[in-house]
């Protein structure tokens, strides 16, 4: 699987963005995808994943009620809507497949997109 994020920027604190993985492969609809971030200096993060049919998603506590994870298995892309940003959301965020739901660690998920800068301006 080959994953390529998009929809990354600058944006006021408060704002929106809307990110895309775009996946190739067969399996795509087989995976639970996640997104996760890195700032300057940070371990890699966890903050949202989906299964493989959308039904159930996981959340970071940090961006509970702020952020949506989605999935269209016919277009094999995976969202990511960021609102109400804040600067400490700051980061390369990335795509990821293969992994777990609930709390995974990078190492849990096989498959990683390239990266996609967002930064919040204060």
């Known amino acids: 699987v080959q994953l390529v994020e998009s929809g990354g920027g600058l944006v006021q604190a408060g704002g929106s963005l809307r990110l895309s993985c775009a996946a190739s492969?067969?399996?795509?609809?087989?995976?639970?995808m996640g997104w996760f971030r890195q700032a300057p200096g940070r371990e890699r993060e966890f903050v949202a994943a989906?299964?493989?049919?959308?039904?159930?998603?996981f959340y970071a506590d940090s961006v509970k009620g702020r952020f949506t994870i989605s999935r269209d298995n016919a277009k094999n892309t995976v969202y990511l809507q960021m609102n109400s940003l804040k600067p400490e959301d700051t980061a390369v965020y990335y795509c990821?497949?293969?992994?777990?739901?609930?709390?995974?660690?990078?190492?849990?998920?096989?498959?990683w997109g390239q990266g996609t800068q967002v930064t919040v301006s204060s």
């Open positions: 989906i299964s493989w049919s959308g039904g159930i998603t």
């Open positions: 492969g067969r399996s795509f609809s087989s995976y639970t």
């Open positions: 990821a497949a293969g992994g777990r739901l609930k709390n995974p660690r990078p190492v849990d998920y096989d498959y």
